[in-house]
């Protein structure tokens, strides 16, 4: 798998972060110094008008302002103009002008070496107030006194300018004219632009030499640890772990994780050994599963009908456990030619557990059971059985019933278990709501009462567990005693072994992808009667 350069990664992400942040402080140094760029010109440009609005006499200056005749005074001072604009780095342009109402009159201009003649102005060119100039100029030339504030003329034309201005006086205290210095601004941005240019490149060398640094700090503290660390990871796949720690010098998160890694390699380790054992244990735990499994399907007869020669009945029965083991037993045999002993019964719980005390049961009922008595006798006698030896005060309900084969009559007890099913001469099944006792292995001393009833016929006895009744549904509805009815009566005609899996293809279809939780067990019996010889 091709490895992302993390060192780079994070190296692009640092410079993009560090140009973000240079940017920023460029922008704003750009307009500080904007700022304080226009401050110093005007500050200088202040200076120079003052003085030479100091140095300006207007009474000897005042005829040649008048007329526009050349005097050595008006020579001179034209020199001096000259003089200071040559000298005076970035002025563009140096005036003196008289104010009017809506315009002003030049009187004289400085001119430098290399100047445009045609751009100069002469004594005695008029110029209208411009609508910025008007603005700003006027309110000073009203208020006789020099501009105190940066003006910036023309801003949104191709030549932008600085303008500053000082009034000039004559002996009375009288303003009379005004000396005005104007910078165009690209010359002042130009510097601006050149020093910002300047600073950047400053920048871009410090963040080439930032990035140098911070790659291989990044790669020799961050990058060729995660790197001896991803090659350990890709060892240990193949089976090969032995992390270096070299690498990890510092007392960092790194070094953390790097231990944290080693200690889960071992844990790992030893969670895989636990696994195997595991799985080894639950494998010989599945084995002793399944032959309990057999054990105890063999335990249940499963040849219909039982006995050779006995054409008085059908049955069929069926043991469905949850579990690998079941709680759930049925049994029939013969007592004697003439009387059959029919046994369903289900115990508490599940699993290992259940299967045994099942067992137990089976054989205590049918060793009593072929002893003689009724079943009320029989079930007192495994009852306080059970009860001699059962630490984990397990039950089980049973129903026996004992059915004379001649007759049809039926004499059975019940201890604790589910309502049987009878279907009589007009073939309808109904619940038979039995007198019932208590469980067999609950209590000691327990009695039990028999009762009698008689099958036709082609009557027709079911039996089952309550597995049946109470089978889930996806919405956690109970099959229950009326779809138990419901589902006899639909197969009225149906031999013992189709009713059995007629019920326990309803109950699947009842239950969906619901998960069997109880053990299944059903035992459908049919009475033919003795023929006659």
Same mark, same amino acid.
């Given at each position: 798998?091709?490895?992302?350069?993390?060192?780079?990664?994070?190296?692009?992400?640092?410079?993009?972060?560090?140009?973000?942040?240079?940017?920023?402080?460029?922008?704003?140094?750009?307009?500080?110094?904007?700022?304080?760029?226009?401050?110093?010109?005007?500050?200088?440009?202040?200076?120079?008008?003052?003085?030479?609005?100091?140095?300006?006499?207007?009474?000897?200056?005042?005829?040649?302002?008048?007329?526009?005749?050349?005097?050595?005074?008006?020579?001179?001072?034209?020199?001096?103009?000259?003089?200071?604009?040559?000298?005076?780095?970035?002025?563009?342009?140096?005036?003196?002008?008289?104010?009017?109402?809506?315009?002003?009159?030049?009187?004289?201009?400085?001119?430098?070496?290399?100047?445009?003649?045609?751009?100069?102005?002469?004594?005695?060119?008029?110029?209208?107030?411009?609508?910025?100039?008007?603005?700003?100029?006027?309110?000073?030339?009203?208020?006789?006194?020099?501009?105190?504030?940066?003006?910036?003329?023309?801003?949104?034309?191709?030549?932008?300018?600085?303008?500053?201005?000082?009034?000039?006086?004559? %002996?009375?205290?009288?303003?009379? =004219?005004?000396?005005?210095?104007?910078?165009? $601004? +690209?010359? @002042? !941005?130009?510097?601006?632009?050149?020093?910002?240019?300047?600073?950047?490149?400053?920048?871009?060398?410090?963040?080439?030499?930032?990035?140098?640094?911070?790659?291989?700090?990044?790669?020799?503290?961050?990058?060729?640890?995660?790197?001896?660390?991803?090659?350990?990871?890709?060892?240990?796949?193949?089976?090969?772990?032995?992390?270096?720690?070299?690498?990890?010098?510092?007392?960092?998160?790194?070094?953390?994780?790097?231990?944290?890694?080693?200690?889960?390699?071992?844990?790992?380790?030893?969670?895989?050994?636990?696994?195997?054992?595991?799985?080894?244990?639950?494998?010989?735990? %599945?084995?002793?599963?399944?032959? =309990?499994?057999?054990?105890?399907?063999?335990? $249940? +007869?499963? @040849? !219909?009908?039982?006995?050779?020669?006995?054409?008085?009945?059908?049955?069929?029965?069926?043991?469905?456990?949850?579990?690998?083991?079941?709680?759930?037993?049925?049994?029939?045999?013969?007592?004697?030619?003439?009387?059959?002993?029919?046994?369903?019964?289900?115990?508490?719980?599940?699993?290992?557990?259940?299967?045994?005390?099942?067992?137990?049961?089976?054989?205590?009922?049918?060793?009593?059971?072929?002893?003689?008595?009724?079943?009320?006798?029989?079930?007192?006698?495994?009852?306080?059985?059970?009860?001699?030896?059962?630490?984990?005060?397990?039950?089980?309900?049973?129903?026996?019933?004992?059915?004379?084969?001649?007759?049809?009559?039926?004499?059975?007890?019940?201890?604790?278990?589910? !309502?049987?099913?009878?279907?009589?001469?007009?073939?309808?099944?109904?619940?038979?709501?039995?007198?019932?006792?208590?469980?067999?292995?609950?209590?000691?001393?327990?009695?039990?009462?028999?009762?009698?009833?008689?099958?036709?016929?082609?009557?027709?006895?079911?039996?089952?567990?309550?597995?049946?009744?109470?089978?889930?549904?996806?919405?956690?509805?109970?099959?229950?005693?009326?779809?138990?009815?419901?589902?006899?009566?639909?197969?009225?005609?149906?031999?013992?072994?189709?009713?059995?899996?007629?019920?326990?293809?309803?109950?699947?279809?009842?239950?969906?992808?619901?998960?069997?939780?109880?053990?299944?067990?059903?035992?459908?019996?049919?009475?033919?009667?003795?023929?006659?010889?």
């Amino acid at each position: 798998m091709k490895r992302n350069k993390l060192g780079m990664r994070i190296t692009i992400v640092q410079t993009v972060l560090i140009s973000v942040m240079a940017s920023i402080i460029i922008l704003v140094s750009y307009f500080a110094f904007r700022g304080t760029y226009l401050r110093f010109y005007y500050d200088k440009a202040q200076d120079i008008v003052r003085i030479l609005a100091n140095e300006t006499e207007w009474d000897k200056l005042s005829g040649y302002a008048e007329t526009g005749v050349e005097d050595e005074y008006s020579r001179t001072l034209q020199s001096l103009y000259n003089d200071v604009k040559t000298n005076s780095t970035g002025i563009d342009y140096l005036y003196l002008f008289v104010p009017g109402e809506r315009s002003f009159t030049y009187v004289l201009e400085a001119v430098k070496p290399g100047d445009d003649l045609d751009m100069i102005s002469k004594w005695g060119d008029e110029y209208p107030y411009g609508e910025d100039e008007y603005k700003m100029l006027v309110p000073d030339i009203k208020a006789k006194k020099e501009s105190t504030e940066i003006h910036l003329m023309n801003e949104n034309t191709d030549s932008p300018g600085l303008e500053v201005w000082a009034p000039v006086f004559d %002996s009375s205290g009288e303003m009379r =004219a005004m000396v005005e210095a104007d910078y165009r $601004l +690209p010359q @002042i !941005f130009g510097e601006l632009n050149n020093y910002v240019i300047r600073i950047i490149l400053i920048i871009l060398a410090c963040i080439l030499v930032a990035i140098i640094l911070l790659y291989i700090y990044l790669y020799v503290s961050l990058v060729k640890p995660i790197n001896a660390l991803t090659n350990e990871v890709s060892s240990y796949e193949h089976g090969e772990m032995n992390l270096n720690m070299k690498p990890f010098t510092h007392d960092d998160e790194l070094r953390f994780m790097a231990v944290s890694f080693e200690e889960m390699t071992h844990r790992i380790e030893r969670y895989n050994d636990e696994v195997k054992r595991i799985s080894a244990e639950k494998e010989r735990i %599945s084995t002793e599963l399944s032959i =309990a499994t057999q054990i105890q399907s063999g335990m $249940l +007869p499963t @040849i !219909f009908p039982n006995f050779v020669g006995k054409e008085e009945y059908e049955l069929y029965a069926l043991m469905t456990p949850a579990k690998e083991v079941g709680g759930d037993f049925y049994d029939f045999f013969n007592i004697d030619d003439d009387h059959l002993a029919l046994v369903i019964a289900d115990v508490s719980g599940k699993g290992v557990p259940a299967a045994l005390f099942m067992m137990m049961s089976m054989v205590l009922i049918k060793s009593r059971t072929q002893q003689g008595g009724t079943p009320a006798e029989i079930l007192e006698y495994v009852n306080d059985q059970l009860c001699l030896s059962n630490p984990n005060e397990m039950f089980v309900t049973i129903w026996l019933g004992i059915i004379d084969l001649g007759t049809g009559n039926v004499i059975a007890s019940s201890a604790g278990h589910e !309502f049987p099913v009878i279907a009589g001469e007009d073939g309808e099944y109904k619940l038979f709501k039995d007198p019932h006792g208590f469980v067999c292995g609950g209590m000691e001393g327990m009695i039990y009462q028999d009762y009698e009833f008689s099958i036709p016929k082609g009557g027709r006895l079911f039996v089952y567990t309550d597995g049946v009744p109470e089978a889930h549904n996806e919405k956690d509805e109970l099959f229950e005693f009326e779809r138990i009815e419901a589902v006899l009566n639909r197969n009225k005609k149906a031999s013992p072994q189709d009713t059995v899996s007629e019920m326990m293809k309803a109950i699947r279809e009842f239950a969906g992808s619901k998960e069997q939780f109880d053990d299944i067990t059903m035992l459908s019996f049919l009475y033919k009667g003795k023929t006659n010889a």
